[in-house]
């Protein structure tokens, strides 16, 4: 079963979520944009687990078919592997 998450942050284009980030008080800010070091992705990964905009930060990623880094706890593959899948079924 699934459950619906609706944030006051859900609004198209409003990135306002992205100060309440758990990256937004990181002293080390390039742990988002590891560029291959995987031990500073899996950092980033762990950080964005429980982050309380995740939803709206992917849904940004996504829809900004975002290149570089790690948004929402996903990789710029993983989401290629979404926005693919995503694709497929339409
Ligand atoms: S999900 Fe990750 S990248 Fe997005 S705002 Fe939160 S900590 Fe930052």
């Not at 950092?43 to 939803?55: D, E, F, R, S, T």
């Not at 829809?63 to 706890?73: H, L, S």
Request: glycine share 6%.
């Amino acid at each position: 079963m699934s459950t619906a998450i609706i944030t006051p942050w859900a609004a198209v284009g409003d990135m306002s979520w992205r100060q309440h980030g758990a990256c937004a008080v990181s002293t080390n800010p390039d742990l988002w944009f590891p560029e291959g070091n995987h031990k500073s992705e899996r950092l980033a990964k762990v950080v964005c687990h429980n982050c309380p905009v995740k939803i709206p930060c992917l849904r940004w990623a996504l829809n900004n078919k975002e290149k570089w880094g790690v948004w929402g706890g996903t990789t710029e593959r993983e989401r290629r592997r979404m926005q693919k899948s995503i694709r497929d079924q339409i």
